[in-house]
Nanobody
Framework: QVQLVESGGGLVQAGGSLRLSCAAS????????MGWFRQAPGKERELVAH????????LYADSVKGRFTISRDVAENTVYLQMNSLKPEDTAVYYC??????????????????????WGQGTQVTVSS
C-alpha cells in the first residue's frame, strides 16, 4: 500500500513563504497525476494545484495563481508546493493526493477529491495576519 507523507507545514506571517513536500513510500510508485488540496475548518476540501506526473503540466486554483508553484521530482517520487505571498485565508490543512494509472476509482474530474486513490495525512499551514 502506497503511503504519501507530507511535510513542511507550519506557522508563518502573512507575506511569508512555505514549501510543502509529499513523498511516496514505494520506489515502484506510479501516478497519472497528483494534486495538492486544502481544507479549512467548516469548508469543503478544494484543489489548490495539480500536476501530471509524466509531462509536468500544471493547473492552479484562481485563488493561488501567481503565488503557489507545484512541481515534482520523478526520480524521488516527490511532489512539492512552493507557497509565496501567503495570506491568512490560505490557512488550512494541506493534503497531497495521487491517482493511479490503473484504477477502479471513478474519474469525476481533477478537482474532485473522489478522483484520487491515495492521500497523505495532511499538514497544517497557519498564516497569521
Amino acid at each position: 500500500q502506497v503511503q504519501l507523507v507530507e511535510s513542511g507545514g507550519g506557522l508563518v506571517q502573512a507575506g511569508g513563504s512555505l514549501r510543502l513536500s509529499c513523498a511516496a513510500s514505494e520506489r515502484t510508485f506510479k501516478s497519472v497525476y497528483m494534486g495538492w488540496f486544502r481544507q479549512a475548518p467548516g469548508k469543503e476540501r478544494e484543489l489548490v494545484a495539480h500536476i501530471t506526473w509524466s509531462g509536468g503540466n500544471t493547473l492552479y486554483a484562481d485563488s493561488v495563481k501567481g503565488r503557489f508553484t507545484i512541481s515534482r521530482d520523478v526520480a524521488e517520487n516527490t511532489v512539492y508546493l512552493q507557497m509565496n505571498s501567503l495570506k491568512p485565508e490560505d490557512t488550512a490543512v494541506y493534503y497531497c493526493a495521487s491517482r493511479r494509472p490503473i484504477t477502479t476509482t471513478q474519474f469525476m474530474g481533477i478537482r474532485a477529491p473522489q478522483s484520487y486513490d491515495y492521500w497523505g495525512q495532511g499538514t497544517q499551514v497557519t498564516v497569521s495576519s
